[in-house]
């Protein structure tokens, strides 16, 4: 079907159509379709939707729902451009069309190779996307940025070497494409990054020649630019980061000047360009999220307890894990609707996910759900646009 007929076709079988008969057989009558565009010469203006004023042909593409948006950016230069904008996250955002995705990165069987997949919340069906481009690679940074995800650096294996990448690919979760971003200046991998106030930092790791690194960078989506922020006071690898009020969180893995796993947390604040190190933070953390404005932890030594990190007082508390058997069985979570799922490292086909709800009353915290990944979850992202 042709895109601007789906458009129509959809606002009238929602009943939300606020267009007039007049505007509809305009829209009828358009030739604009995947393969077809708005004739007219180059410098010439083009309308998004024929007969519409932009600001209510945005809205009418806005309303159409999240899986139609491949197809609809194939129709024109204008529309692929508005569909890839903020500004078409914002509009949705305002008329309530958010549509919230998880995408795990699995492993197949028998550890040979991953690929990511769309877990859908109504049925439960997994949906491939695209394979990442690039050579294989491990140990790599994964962000989630305006609608896009971001894979970064990691660890090329080859057969007799291997090398490290500062490579940067991005997931358009829209058009559902990869693309390429500029490069990080500091091929890494094993390193923390996060997204903080619309800007992805990449922090420590390990570099090119096996050196651990303290250097720092951050990337501006606007400018398609890394630049290179003050480092770390000391080297640093193995670690996570987070973004939380503003400010970008590093904690876990490991420091050259620290015996063992670091629990020394470093904190940048971005408008003063400065780092600070408070002391009491999660050593050997096998996974991390961060729902309603708090950090939800694993660490490897007690997989049966949830460590909640609140950056308004820096302190943390610990909540059972309401499960049996070996505590070497760990988690990887994923966000989605409000809730921390759990998803099993153990493949037992009769294994139910786990999900925390924060908001549930006391007692009642804790249920299951049949969602799960086809494999492995090796880590997992959520989505909304």
């Keep these: 079907m042709p895109a601007l007929e789906l458009v129509k076709e959809y606002l009238i079988e929602s009943e939300m159509c606020f267009l007039n008969k007049n505007q509809l057989g305009m829209l009828s009558r358009s030739k604009l379709s995947a393969h077809t565009v708005y004739q007219s010469s180059p410098d010439a203006y083009c309308p998004i939707l024929p007969g519409l004023p932009d600001d209510v042909a945005k809205y ?10 491949p197809v609809m950016g194939a129709v024109s230069k204008r529309w692929r451009s508005f569909i ?12 309530g ?27 439960g069906s997994h949906l491939l996307i695209p394979p990442m481009p690039g050579p294989s690679k491990a140990a790599f940074g994964v962000v989630v940025l305006d609608g896009m995800l971001l894979v970064m650096g990691g660890y090329i294996a080859e057969v007799g070497t291997g090398c490290v990448s500062a490579n940067v690919y ?17 091929a890494r991998y094993e390193f923390a990054c996060a997204e903080v106030d619309g ?6 790791g390990f570099g090119s020649d096996g050196e651990s690194l303290s250097s720092a960078e951050v990337y501006d989506p606007d400018k398609n630019e890394w630049s290179l ?6 080297p640093r690898w193995g670690c996570f980061a987070c973004g939380l009020e503003g400010k970008l969180y590093v904690m876990g893995g490991r420091s050259s000047f620290t015996i063992g796993n670091s629990k020394f947390v470093d904190v940048y604040n971005s408008k003063h360009h400065t780092w600070c190190e408070v002391k009491n933070g999660c050593v050997m953390v096998t996974s991390h999220a961060v729902l309603d404005k708090k950090l939800f932890c694993m660490e490897w030594k007690n997989q049966r307890k949830l460590a909640i990190f609140n950056p308004v007082d820096n302190s943390w508390k610990l909540v059972p894990v309401p499960v049996a058997g070996s505590s070497r069985v760990g988690f990887r979570f994923g966000i989605l609707n409000g809730k921390l799922l759990l998803f099993s490292l153990e493949e037992e086909p009769w294994y139910q996910t786990l999900l925390y709800d924060p908001e549930a009353s006391p007692g009642s915290e804790w249920q299951t759900s049949a969602l799960k990944p086809s494999g492995l979850c090796l880590c997992s992202v959520t989505i909304k646009a």
């Design 84 to 95: 890839q904008s903020k500004e078409f996250i914002a509009v949705r955002k305002e008329a």
């Design 199 to 204: 800007l992805v930092y990449a922090v420590g």
């Design 60 to 69: 009418c593409i806005a309303l159409v729902p999240r899986s139609y948006l």
């Design 97 to 123: 069309r958010l549509e919230e995705w998880l995408y795990v990165l699995t492993g197949d069987a028998e550890g040979k190779g991953s690929h990511w997949e769309i877990l859908d919340n109504l049925v």
């Design 229 to 234: 922020i003050e480092s770390l006071r000391r």
């Design 170 to 186: 991005q997931y358009d979760s829209r058009l559902n494409r990869w693309a390429e971003l500029a490069k990080m200046n500091v």
